[in-house]
């Protein structure tokens, strides 16, 4: 059976809902996943995951091999059993890493020296290891090994981590070996066009079942980005699942999803609840404000969440100032509902036939209320 079945494609756009088989369950697409990047979406817990209506959740490789080890998670039966999410899963390859920790890494040709975060301890990892460790993982989506640079970067810097990254592909392709987890190759190439174009083309030969554009929201601004997933997006095979990673502001998404992307991933929603900010429908909420004291009301009028049924935003922003855990539970809560909310809705409007004109000023929206967040957000840890 095809693990990637496109059910309904909007007009005038290239977005399009499907149906992406997994080893553990279907899910429909547009999709956005929460980010657990130790094995855990932090303090949420697997069934307020699925009564938010998640469907798929990631994980990082480089973090899990750090602690507790892919050794313990395999005694342990596996990244299904050690997170208690027994859904579909994602494991990223730990290549964000050589970005994110750059300061903290050697990269050659064959792969990356890192010292630990943790505690200084060297450790390797290349493309080999990194797809055996996710194939011990047990994820049903793992992705190759891949440079990600900075932006702004010298073009030839980029160009040198496009050859790693078509490189290290290759290897991930010749290591795999689970059939039943989907191995995603990932587009790197900044914003240059050429470079975007032309590691979609070495990575297409290798025939990968699924295709990440990585390298995106660090900096380089909306335009920019959709841009580049403009162009890069039809040169990936129309069959196959389309994930752009780390992305997560509202305008972001949606406009990702008008050129044809599958897949989401982003810390923003448990991040940002953990610091008293709520995404909602009329734009960004700071629960902290002393405008809330009293207020009876919920997070956001119309929010099906635990949170907006039971909780007012004077008891959010109690729980806050006094430093109770529940109120970065809470407000994590609300802001996966809504980003679960947000695809749902896309995919109800492709499926009835005005994604068109509803995405075009949603964009618009979206962008007006969330202005200062989409100038100054950046892709961090969970």
Known sequence: MNHFEIKTRAKNTSARTAILRTAHGEVQTPVFMPVGTRG???GILPAMLLECECQMILANTYHLLLRPGVETIKNLGGLHNLTAWHGPMLTDSGGYQVFSLAELNRIGDDGVEFASHIDGKKIYLDAKTATESQNILGADIIMCFDECTPWPCERAAVAK????TVKWAAVCKKTHGRTEQHLFGIVQGATDFDLR???AGELVKLDFPGYAIGG???GEGHENMICTVEHTAPLLPDDRPRYLMGVGMPADIIAAVRCGIDMFDCV?????GRN??????AGPMRLRNSIYTDDAGPVEQNCDCHCCRNFSRAAVRHFFN???MLGPILLSIHNIRYFQRLTQKIRRHIETGDFDEWSAQAIIAARKLYGEEDKNKQRAEN
Do not use: I, M
């Open 40 to 42: 855990t979406v932090k």
């Open 216 to 218: 995106l929201s660090v």
């Open 322 to 324: 006094v430093g109770e």
């Open 197 to 199: 174009s032309s590691c």
């Open 161 to 164: 981590a496009v050859e790693r």
């Open 276 to 281: 008293a900010f709520a995404f909602t429908a």
């Open 268 to 272: 923003l929603p448990t991040r940002n």
